[in-house]
Nanobody, 123 residues
Framework: QVQLVESGGGTVQAGGSLTLSCAVS????????MGWFRQAPGKERQFVSQ????????AYEDDVKGRFTISRDNAKNTVSLQMNSLKAEDTAVYYC????????????????WGQGTQVTVSS
């Protein structure tokens, strides 16, 4: 069974930085398209970023472009999300997801999900 475990969440001051990591086990990590999503209380789960395989194409939600960077380390079976210039509205539970599809269109296209990690940005 494929398992995804997020880490790196916590509380950070507005304008600060935080890096989330996702460790993948039980599958062929190098073949997965990886994504990050977030969900704030009372809101729907929102796409944040995606890194496709093959091709290693990176995509970002408009609100995080220029601030967040997704990357992967195939040797360590991990995907990371570097978050800079954090804002209060970035506060949410962040989820790592994996898809067997090369170009997933949304959360329903992802096959595996982590438990999530809380990111809180304070003013």
């Amino acid at each position: 069974q494929v398992q995804l475990v997020e880490s790196g969440g916590g509380t950070v001051q507005a304008g600060g930085s935080l890096t989330l990591s996702c460790a993948v086990s039980g599958g062929t990590f190098s073949s997965f398209t990886m994504g990050w999503f977030r969900q704030a209380p009372g809101k729907e789960r929102q796409f944040v970023s995606q890194l496709t395989r093959p091709g290693d194409y990176k995509a970002y939600e408009d609100d995080v472009k220029g601030r967040f960077t997704i990357s992967r380390d195939n040797a360590k079976n991990t995907v990371s999300l570097q978050m800079n210039s954090l804002k209060a509205e970035d506060t949410a539970v962040y989820y790592c997801a994996a898809a067997r599809s090369a170009w997933p269109y949304g959360p329903n296209e992802y096959d595996y999900w982590g438990q999530g990690t809380q990111v809180t940005v304070s003013s």
